[in-house]
């Protein structure tokens, strides 16, 4: 089990997740419509959610030193890259593991 944390017009919240943690992207933005669709996240509820609002987001799979598998939808920043040296720079910081990059 995984906890997915979704980000979408400012608000988040997490959901615990009952999926491998190594899913697709294409999975995960799927089932992140649902959620947001369904209402699963408290203040994430928007009944008529596109089928494509996460398109263009990113997905980021962490590992927190406990052990607890962390899977983030987040939207994409105008600044840095994704496994650039900010990020691994933020993660070192947060104690948190990437799974995979560079």
């Given at each position: 089990?995984?906890?997915l944390n979704i980000t979408y017009q400012g608000n988040s919240g997490d959901?615990?997740?009952e999926i491998d943690y190594a899913a697709s992207d294409a999975d995960i933005r799927r089932i992140a419509v649902e959620v947001v669709r369904s209402g699963g996240i408290r203040g994430l509820?928007?009944?008529n959610l596109p089928d494509?609002?996460?398109a263009n987001y990113v997905v980021d799979r962490?590992?927190?030193p406990g052990g607890e598998e962390r899977i983030y939808l987040r939207p994409k920043v105008p600044f840095g890259a994704p496994g650039g040296a900010s990020e691994r720079e933020a993660l070192a910081s947060s104690g948190?593991?990437?799974t995979r990059g560079k």
């Open positions: 089990m995984a906890v959901y615990d997740l509820h928007l009944a494509n609002a996460f962490l590992r927190a948190a593991a990437p």
